[in-house]
């Protein structure tokens, strides 16, 4: 089995700040070279799907302005238009899985939002019925979380938590809702690899905690996101722009917090998600 670990696009994109965005790219592609693993940066350069972006595609995804954010849905569109487009959650496991990729590492995944409008996420549809392993530091905090568990259940998508059994959220490394627990790779594959025996649909979600070093305590998070959540509410940013907005004025009213922790749990997530993927090439 080749040890082949999907990362997105989106984050380079729409994640995180230029050129802070380039410098994130490179660096996990690197680490997870050097826990033996080849990693894959999915996307669209112009109408072309790439599995494996250049340095020169990861410069231009993440300087161009016109990088659509795409979900499974707009994957024909992006094609058909010729377009550049970052891949999010949905999209990159959809590409993912037709090259037989079978783990993927995340920062957060998306979910049901708060704001009054209906506004849930394609990542929990794509979740529900794409069978490989994310890891991910949780639903994104901006998040509805109890909505989302909800949804994940009502999905039959499996979720574990990586030695803890309280959701983490992002920035947040718990909660005080209940997920099931995992202690070893070995098990996390284990659980893989009887969805696969058994033919059953969905990803096995790992669900990775910030490290507490880099972990926002909740309370403080809830207070930058108030303010974030009354600005979003002054402005005209609707649909895919909310939550990139979102997190700039996170960023903003944090001063960089919410930036250097949103590194520090993608590179988390892709030593983890190596170290699952060596042991599931042990076992198969």
Request: proline fraction near 3%.
């Amino acid at each position: 089995m080749e040890k082949i670990l999907a990362l997105e696009s989106t984050v380079i994109a729409h994640g995180l700040p230029f050129p802070i965005n380039i410098d994130t790219a490179v660096e996990l592609e690197e680490l997870a070279a050097e826990t033996g693993c080849s990693a894959k940066t999915v996307g669209i350069i112009a109408g072309q799907i790439k599995v494996g972006l250049s340095r020169e595609e990861i410069v231009q995804i993440a300087s161009r302005k016109d990088v659509l954010k795409i979900g499974t849905a707009e994957i024909p569109f992006a094609l058909a238009k010729k377009m550049w487009a970052a891949t999010t959650v949905s999209a990159t496991m959809r590409i993912a899985h037709l090259n037989n990729i079978k783990v993927f590492a995340t920062g957060g995944i998306g979910g049901v939002h708060k704001i009054d409008q209906w506004d849930v996420s394609q990542d929990l549809a794509e979740l529900s019925r794409t069978r490989m392993i994310v890891v991910s530091a949780g639903p994104k905090s901006i998040l509805d979380l109890r909505s989302t568990v909800e949804m994940l259940e009502t999905f039959q998508i499996t979720v574990v938590g990586y030695k803890t059994d309280e959701l983490p959220a992002f920035y947040c490394k718990s909660t005080s809702i209940h997920i099931n627990r995992v202690d070893s790779f070995e098990e996390i594959a284990s659980i893989f690899l009887f969805k696969e025996k058994f033919n059953l649909p969905g990803a096995v979600l790992v669900f990775n905690p910030i490290p507490d070093e880099h972990a926002i305590e909740v309370e403080q998070f809830e207070e930058w996101y108030r303010l974030s959540e009354h600005d979003l509410d002054a402005s005209s940013v609707k649909g895919k722009g909310v939550t990139p907005f979102l997190l700039s004025r996170l960023a903003h009213y944090s001063k960089g917090k919410t930036v250097r922790s949103n590194v520090e749990l993608l590179k988390n997530n892709v030593k983890v998600a190596c170290e699952i993927l060596n042991q599931l090439s042990k076992m198969q």
